[in-house]
């Protein structure tokens, strides 16, 4: 059974600093590429980062490009979301993303919210 569960979230300052973990299990973790999203109540849920397989070469969209970093760790089944000067604007719900033989999973979700 595939399971995603993230964590690292909660408040933070504006200027600050958070790195969300996604432990995976149920899946060869080593072998798929991983996203994260994030979602504001009442917009879509957006990508902010994804990262492959092979090589862990990355992608960044959004607002947030620059300031956050995805990284791996094959070895323990975990993805990673390092997020820099944080913004309020930032303030989501970040959720981890993986595809796998065409059915989609999704983490629970953890929140993060930026203020002062």
């Known amino acids: 059974q595939v399971q995603l569960v993230e964590s690292g979230g909660g408040l933070v300052q504006p200027g600050g600093s958070l790195r969300l973990s996604c432990a995976t299990s149920g899946f060869a973790f080593s072998s798929y590429a991983m996203r994260w999203y994030r979602q504001v109540p009442g917009k879509e849920r957006e990508l902010v980062a994804q990262?492959?397989?092979?090589?862990?070469?990355?992608n960044y969209a959004g607002s947030m490009r620059g300031r956050v970093t995805i990284s791996r760790d094959n070895a323990k089944n975990t993805v990673y979301l390092q997020m820099n000067s944080l913004k309020p604007e930032d303030t989501a719900v970040y959720y981890c993303?993986?595809?796998?033989?065409?059915?989609?999973?999704w983490g629970q979700g953890t929140q993060v919210t930026v203020s002062s």
């Open positions: 993303y993986t595809y796998i033989v065409g059915v989609h999973y």
């Open positions: 990262i492959f397989s092979a090589g862990g070469i990355t």
